[in-house]
């Protein structure tokens, strides 16, 4: 393709398997209450070959992928939102603008700051592994259970560096905690990850490569029949069900999927997914523009009405773009996001 590929963060798997096994049942059912269905990602191996080879078919202008320069397929937030099972009703996650990563750590885990200071000034201003292994070892029960959801986002959801997580993460999971909206956090983080490193940026994908994977390899004949599923429930969901039948998915080559998705056909991809069953879509925003996103690094838009088929819609010709896609980074230090935030 002329680029180098985006780069997939791999996650402490077995460090944090360890984590969940030692805590005790309350402090899981607390921990499964808030992330949805996310739990089985823990279990699950990344198709790194898949996914970079995505990367490079992704569209920064409509926000979709497309495939052979005419086939388009976009994640979306009913999607994510029936495959992680939150709902889309809920307040959105305010991103960590103007906050002190310091003071964010130790709101959440009330260790003290000065070690937190020295912790995070000795790396960079990323919060290690190590750190965490050490305060879940000491903590309590209510300290283990919410360093694991810090952790669990921090390298599974919205990967930083290996081995260390964004300690403003802190903040997003304390939000969390009380019942805000995720989902479209993190379809905006994979959009915007697949966008800065088409546009030559930050060549890191910062959101969660198991679960893009996952709903692509939802859309592609002869594994998509692997995840028919009727009634989706949480003990048979897509998660769970590519858990269960990840050694069948089609583990190609990196070069064997770039192939694939230059020269598609029609018939190779399943438009609507076989667990996709919705009623209400959000396909407009204001009757004909796009629909605003809202992340923790960033703000865009992006065109669900360019994939309608996806929600068995017939679709000829995907409509033209109706504005200038909206792309705000949130930089510490800057100025002015307020009124942009605002406006979304």
């Given at each position: 393709?002329?680029?180098?590929?985006?780069?997939i963060i791999l996650p402490p798997k077995e460090e944090l398997s360890t984590w969940?096994?030692?805590?005790?049942?309350?402090?899981?059912?607390?921990?499964?209450?808030?992330?949805?269905?996310?739990?089985?990602?823990?279990?699950?191996?990344?198709?790194?070959?898949?996914?970079?080879?995505?990367a490079h078919y992704w569209c920064p202008e409509t926000s979709t992928f497309i495939?052979?320069?005419?086939?388009?397929?976009?994640?979306?937030?009913?999607?994510?939102?029936?495959?992680?099972?939150?709902?889309?009703?809920?307040?959105?996650?305010?991103?960590?603008i103007r906050i002190d990563p310091v003071t964010a750590l130790y709101d959440f885990?009330?260790?003290?700051?000065?070690?937190?200071?020295?912790?995070?000034?000795?790396?960079?201003?990323?919060?290690?592994?190590?750190?965490?292994?050490?305060?879940?070892?000491?903590?309590?029960?209510?300290?283990?259970?919410?360093?694991?959801?810090?952790?669990?986002?921090?390298?599974?959801?919205?990967?930083?560096?290996?081995?260390?997580?964004?300690?403003?993460?802190?903040?997003?999971?304390?939000?969390?905690?009380?019942?805000?909206?995720?989902?479209?956090?993190?379809?905006?983080?994979?959009?915007?990850?697949?966008?800065?490193?088409?546009?030559?940026?930050?060549?890191?994908?910062?959101?969660?490569?198991?679960?893009?994977?996952?709903?692509?390899?939802?859309?592609?004949?002869?594994?998509?029949?692997?995840?028919?599923?009727?009634?989706?429930?949480?003990?048979?969901?897509?998660?769970?069900?590519?858990?269960?039948?990840?050694?069948?998915?089609?583990?190609?080559?990196?070069?064997?999927?770039?192939?694939?998705?230059?020269?598609?056909?029609?018939?190779?991809?399943?438009?609507?997914?076989?667990?996709?069953?919705?009623?209400?879509?959000?396909?407009?925003?204001?009757?004909?523009?796009?629909?605003?996103?809202?992340?923790?690094?960033?703000?865009?838009?992006?065109?669900?009405?360019?994939?309608?088929?996806?929600?068995?819609?017939?679709?000829?010709?995907?409509?033209?773009?109706?504005?200038?896609?909206?792309?705000?980074?949130?930089?510490?230090?800057?100025?002015?996001?307020?009124?942009?935030?605002?406006?979304?």
């Amino acid at each position: 393709m002329g680029t180098p590929d985006i780069r997939i963060i791999l996650p402490p798997k077995e460090e944090l398997s360890t984590w969940w096994d030692k805590l005790d049942q309350n402090s899981r059912q607390f921990v499964e209450s808030h992330i949805g269905r996310l739990l089985p990602l823990l279990r699950i191996n990344i198709h790194g070959g898949l996914v970079q080879a995505l990367a490079h078919y992704w569209c920064p202008e409509t926000s979709t992928f497309i495939f052979g320069n005419k086939h388009e397929l976009t994640p979306t937030l009913e999607e994510y939102s029936i495959a992680i099972r939150k709902s889309l009703k809920a307040e959105l996650i305010s991103p960590p603008i103007r906050i002190d990563p310091v003071t964010a750590l130790y709101d959440f885990l009330r260790i003290k700051e000065d070690d937190i200071r020295k912790v995070l000034k000795a790396h960079h201003n990323a919060c290690p592994l190590s750190f965490l292994k050490e305060c879940f070892e000491k903590g309590t029960s209510f300290q283990m259970r919410r360093i694991f959801l810090l952790a669990f986002f921090g390298f599974i959801v919205f990967p930083y560096y290996k081995n260390a997580i964004n300690p403003l993460i802190a903040q997003l999971v304390r939000q969390v905690l009380e019942g805000k909206n995720f989902v479209s956090t993190v379809l905006t983080e994979t959009f915007l990850s697949l966008t800065r490193f088409k546009g030559g940026g930050d060549k890191t994908l910062h959101s969660s490569p198991k679960l893009l994977q996952i709903w692509f390899l939802s859309h592609i004949k002869g594994f998509g029949g692997l995840m028919t599923i009727h009634d989706v429930s949480n003990s048979n969901h897509p998660i769970m069900r590519f858990e269960n039948n990840q050694k069948h998915a089609p583990d190609y080559h990196y070069s064997r999927w770039l192939a694939f998705m230059k020269k598609p056909t029609s018939k190779g991809f399943l438009w609507h997914a076989k667990w996709f069953q919705v009623r209400v879509a959000r396909l407009s925003c204001r009757g004909v523009g796009p629909i605003p996103l809202l992340g923790f690094t960033g703000a865009l838009e992006y065109y669900p009405t360019r994939v309608t088929r996806q929600y068995q819609v017939v679709q000829e010709l995907p409509p033209a773009l109706q504005a200038e896609p909206l792309q705000v980074s949130f930089v510490d230090g800057s100025r002015g996001h307020e009124d942009s935030i605002l406006a979304i």
